[in-house]
């Protein structure tokens, strides 16, 4: 091909020479124009900014569409896209969580609140997750539409239609009571052991660091069953059996021991009227614990 090339005219062959040299420098320049004129950025926060202020827009959904944007939230460090539409929070998926633009944990929170007993009975209950903030909440309420529930036993929670029977119930049981966890347990079924069991649901209330206010929470979901109350013979026990009850001090029990050795046996609990330090209030929350057989 060169001996082609300079077998040509000498005008021709630096024509030739000319336009291999103007394609060279074309293609070296290629290289370098981006260098001199730059190219153009996307402004990543700026897009985020205006998609963010267009959800928090006080504007209400058009009737019967579905609006689809570009959600990037400020609790998260990715881009998300949410697909906006009406729904019940109380039996939405989590697919439909998704799709609304709230992350896998957020998700997982509200799946344990409903999984639990929970509900959303008001648009602004959705505020009790923790992770849905102001901007998401303003986001979604426009999309809510919960369904009334007339009949109030649907709006009862798991736990508060659970009974637990406290004579009876072991720590795993006790637990699934609102407030009430392992250590709690523990410390009541210690003391029911004590007493014997429990003759009125309201004597939980003297295990060590179980208030009023527990209580109230737990009252409407436990019962006592009396048949199996564990009762001292009062005519066979001894100093010891006797002043470990809870109810029975050892000044009591001494003195019960001594009535009987001067006496002989008791022929019923109100016999025991006839000790001096047994008063009526004190009989009262030892009577069902005491038999004389």
């Not at 648009?123 to 998401?136: C, Q």
């Not at 029977?165 to 250590?183: C, K, R």
Request: charged share 25%.
């Amino acid at each position: 091909m060169l001996k082609e090339i300079l077998s040509y005219p000498r005008a021709q062959r630096n024509g030739i020479f000319i336009l291999l040299l103007l394609i060279v420098l074309v293609l070296v320049l290629l290289q370098f124009v981006p260098l001199i004129i730059g190219h153009e950025t996307y402004d990543n926060d700026k897009f985020n900014r205006e998609v963010y202020a267009f959800i928090n827009s006080p504007k209400k959904p058009p009737g019967g569409t579905q609006n689809k944007c570009r959600q990037i939230k400020k609790d998260t460090v990715h881009n998300v896209i949410a697909e906006f539409f009406f729904f019940d929070p109380n039996i939405l998926p989590d697919e439909g969580w998704l799709k609304l633009g709230l992350n896998s944990r957020e998700v997982k929170t509200i799946r344990r609140y409903i999984d639990k007993g929970g509900h959303f009975f008001q648009n602004k209950d959705l505020r009790k997750i923790y992770g849905i903030n102001d901007s998401v909440y303003s986001a979604l309420e426009p999309y809510m539409q919960i369904a009334s529930y007339p009949d109030p036993v649907k709006r009862m929670s798991y736990k508060e239609r659970l009974i637990i029977e406290l004579n009876s119930s072991d720590s795993s049981a006790l637990v699934t009571l609102n407030g009430i966890g392992p250590a709690f347990a523990a410390r009541i079924i210690k003391y029911r052991n004590l007493l014997g069991g429990f003759v009125f649901k309201e004597q939980i209330m003297e295990v060590y660091g179980l208030d009023t206010a527990l209580y109230a929470k737990i009252s409407g979901n436990i019962r006592v069953d009396t048949l199996n109350i564990r009762k001292i013979n009062i005519n066979e026990a001894t100093l010891d059996d006797l002043k470990a009850h809870p109810y029975i001090k050892w000044k009591i029990a001494n003195a019960i021991i001594n009535y009987r050795t001067q006496h002989g046996n008791f022929y019923s609990v109100e016999d025991l009227k006839k000790i001096m330090i047994i008063n009526e209030e004190v009989l009262r929350k030892m009577k069902p614990y005491l038999s004389v057989h």
